[in-house]
């Protein structure tokens, strides 16, 4: 069964960095792509980025291009979520994300039925 696990979330202030990590299991990320969505409070849950099983990135988020880097390590089974330069816009529980072995072009959330239990980031002064 696939599952997946995120961690590194927490307190960090503006112009701060975190990364999130994705642990998954029961597949290969060989073979299946993997994606963040996050959830600001009152709002929908967004996709904010993928990688596709052969490595090709797809950004969602015009407001994280150029701060939010996605990365993995197959031997890990591990996919990273780097983000720098936070805002308080940012903050939100982020979820990683599996279903397709190639990224959505417009995702949402009903396309996936593999979702982490998340992780909360806030960025707060």
């Known amino acids: 069964q696939l599952q997946l696990v995120e961690s590194g979330g927490g307190l960090v202030q503006p112009g701060g960095s975190l990364r999130l990590s994705c642990v998954v299991s029961?597949?290969?990320?060989?073979?299946?792509?993997i994606g963040w969505f996050r959830q600001a409070p009152g709002k929908e849950r967004e996709g904010v980025i993928c990688?596709?099983?052969?490595?090709?990135?797809?950004n969602y988020k015009d407001s994280v291009k150029g701060r939010f880097t996605i990365s993995r390590d197959n031997a890990k089974s591990t996919v990273y979520l780097q983000m720098n330069s936070l805002t308080p816009e940012d903050t939100a529980v982020y979820y990683c994300?599996?279903?397709?072995?190639?990224?959505?072009?417009?995702?949402?959330?009903?396309?996936?039925?593999?979702w982490g239990p998340g992780t909360q980031v806030t960025v707060s002064s």
């Open positions: 029961g597949f290969s990320l060989d073979d299946y792509a």
């Open positions: 994300v599996s279903q397709f072995d190639y990224c959505s072009g417009y995702p949402t959330p009903d396309e996936y039925t593999y």
């Open positions: 990688i596709s099983s052969s490595g090709g990135i797809t």
